[in-house]
């Protein structure tokens, strides 16, 4: 199975800061990765799709980036409700396979 | 309206068996692929398993393959998740999702199971 790979584990950040998320897989996985948000208690929510597109409704805050197997989520300017957990996960090959998250401190 | 709800869940011995349903509305169920995804509690997402859109291919997590097995009924808009043989590692909240595309963008509020004598 593909493993991902999720740097930092947690981190601190300040409202207004940009963030930057890497998810690296163990081999490649084409441009099939997408990024979730998900708070304590309800399910994830997507963020983004095929590495770079932004799904609907989804702030414009946030966006994703694909180097050879490197992946990025991107908040350019933090606010307070993006406290949270983000997942990437990849859908190239079966089983899908998730990255062991990152938490987000405001 | 999309409408996932999961049902099922409890607590179960180690080694028994338990069947998880989910009940679709809101679209038409029988032309999407559906997902199941576990959580342990504090841990991070696991996708378990995929059925396509009229159940003749299903694709598991190592994890849960030979014990676990996704089905559907179109007819009745219903997933399920049959689980034998279930382990203490099992326990977590267990979601249906929709895929688009293979990713999932709407989920169940999730059920959870719990495995311990």
């Known amino acids: 199975a593909i493993q991902l790979t999720q740097s930092p584990s947690s981190l601190s950040a300040s409202v207004g800061d940009r963030v930057t998320i890497t998810c690296r897989a163990s081999?490649?996985?084409?441009?099939?990765l997408a990024w979730y948000q998900q708070k304590p208690g309800k399910a994830p929510k997507l963020l983004i799709y095929?590495?770079?597109s932004l799904e609907s409704g989804v702030p414009s805050r946030f966006s994703g980036s694909k180097s050879g197997t490197d992946f990025t989520l991107t908040i350019s300017s933090l606010q307070p409700e993006d406290f949270a957990t983000y997942y990437c996960q990849q859908y190239n090959n079966y089983p899908f396979t998730f990255g062991p998250g990152t938490k987000v401190d405001i | 309206e999309v409408q996932l709800v999961e049902s099922g869940g409890g607590l179960i011995q180690p080694g028994g068996s338990l069947r998880l349903s989910c009940a679709a509305s809101g679209f038409t169920f029988s032309k999407y692929w559906m997902h199941w995804v576990r959580q342990a509690a504090g841990e991070g997402l696991e996708w378990v398993s995929r059925v396509n859109s009229d159940g003749s291919s299903t694709n598991y997590a190592d994890s849960v393959k030979g014990r676990f097995t996704v089905s559907r009924d179109n007819t009745n808009n219903t997933l399920y998740l049959q689980m034998n043989s279930l382990r203490a590692e099992d326990t977590a909240v267990y979601y249906c999702?929709?895929?688009?595309?293979?990713?999932?963008?709407?989920w169940g509020q999730g059920i959870l199971v719990t495995v311990s004598s």
């Open positions: 081999q490649g996985i084409s441009g099939a």
């Open positions: 095929d590495a770079s």
């Open positions: 999702a929709r895929d688009r595309g293979g990713v999932t963008l709407h």
